[in-house]
T-cell receptor
Framework: AQKITQTQPGMFVQEKEAVTLDCTYD???????LFWYKQPSSGEMIFLIY??????QNATEGRYSLNFQKARKSANLVISASQLGDSAMYFC??????????FGDGTTLTVKP | EAQVTQNPRYLITVTGKKLTVTCSQN?????MSWYRQDPGLGLRQIYY???????DKGDVPEGYKVSRKEKRNFPLILESPSPNQTSLYFC??????????????FGPGTRLTVT
């Protein structure tokens, strides 16, 4: 069975600083994908970044990077140079090749001016 | 414009009255999935489909039915809704590849209230 754990219900960060959102996962499948999504207060789900289980390098997308430590089963999201518009709920998720998908409970990030 | 559409966006209904929430995507995606989101919780997968006529249960399938007769449509059916099915529902779709390497595109959500 898959499990995603996000241990930080809420986080605060000063504008222009970097922040790390934690995510640990558990699965017995060798092939899977890890994702981060952003949900602003308006409610839509926005894809941020993806990491494959066999990928050797950490994924990066603009100001987002994923710190993937496979042995520790962690997939932390790093947001550099935080902006006020980054204030939102952030979800870590995984999906296996059979289509089963699991989301964490989310972390609410607040960026302070 | 590539998108996933859901209808209705908002629905208030009564216990036991059958309802269907439609979901359609225009990206020719093989994979489609339904989730529910409750306050303080992440998204929980209800059902998913890897292709036409192929559906599988997610973590919370009780009280729901789905069908995938066409690639673009994946309706969610509540045969006899109950108040504990009051929730925000999301439909999503994606391409398929090894390591699940394609992200899911989400619809705007359907807010359902069952009284």
């Amino acid at each position: 069975a898959q499990k995603i754990t996000q241990t930080q219900p809420g986080m605060f960060v000063q504008e222009k600083e970097a922040v790390t959102l934690d995510c640990t996962y558990d699965t017995s499948d060798p092939s899977y994908g890890l994702f981060w999504y952003k949900q602003p207060s308006s409610g839509e789900m926005i894809f941020l970044i993806y990491q494959g289980s066999y990928d050797q390098q950490n994924a990066t997308e603009g100001r987002y990077s994923l710190n993937f430590q496979k042995a520790r089963k962690s997939a932390n999201l790093v947001i550099s140079a935080s902006q006020l518009g980054d204030s939102a709920m952030y979800f870590c998720a995984m999906r296996d090749d059979a289509g089963k998908s699991t989301f964490g409970d989310g972390t609410t990030l607040t960026v302070k001016p | 414009e590539a998108q996933v559409t859901q209808n209705p966006r908002y629905l208030i209904t009564v216990t036991g009255k059958k309802l269907t929430v439609t979901c359609s995507q225009n990206m020719n995606h093989e994979y489609m999935s339904w989730y529910r989101q409750d306050p303080g919780l992440g998204l929980r997968q209800i059902y998913y489909s890897m292709n036409v006529e192929v559906t599988d249960k997610g973590d919370v399938p009780e009280g729901y039915k789905v069908s995938r007769k066409e690639k673009r449509n994946f309706p969610l059916i509540l045969e006899s809704p109950s108040p504990n099915q009051t929730s925000l529902y999301f439909c999503a779709s994606s391409r398929l590849a090894a390591q699940s390497s394609y992200e899911q595109y989400f619809g705007p959500g359907t807010r359902l209230t069952v009284t």
